[in-house]
């Protein structure tokens, strides 16, 4: 009955910029803390940057003024702006949310993936 659905990468240049989105659509009473992660090939999935409903935000060290996490509540969504991209964020970048059920039961969902890839 949830999903979440990302979209927004793609193939860049070093140095160049993407926005990813994440929304989040079906059976929801509450959305709360909402993230970014990313995986390479061969490595641990890490986080990148998540961000509390009332949009306290945390980002890893490596994407610190680079990436920006934001959320439009209204429409359960979640952006990743990043900028200055390097050929170390290539990587399946994921969504993640927390969220209640009307059953009152907490989750956590993933979404499908994007792919990023900055060249060169």
């Known amino acids: 009955q949830v999903q979440l659905v990302e979209s927004g990468g793609g193939l860049v240049q070093a140095g160049g910029s993407l926005r990813l989105s994440c929304a989040a659509s079906g059976s929801i009473f509450s959305l709360t803390t909402m993230g970014w992660y990313r995986q390479a090939p061969g490595n641990q999935r890490e986080l990148v940057a998540d961000?509390?409903?009332?949009?306290?935000?945390n980002y890893a060290d490596s994407v610190k003024g680079r990436v920006t996490i934001s959320r439009d509540n209204a429409k359960n969504t979640v952006y990743l702006q990043m900028n200055s991209l390097k050929p170390e964020d290539t990587a399946v970048y994921y969504c993640?949310?927390?969220?209640?059920?009307?059953?009152?039961?907490?989750?956590?969902?993933w979404g499908q993936g994007t792919q990023v890839t900055v060249a060169s």
């Open positions: 993640n949310a927390a969220l209640q059920g009307y059953d009152s039961r907490w989750r956590d969902y």
């Open positions: 961000i509390t409903r009332g949009g306290r935000t």
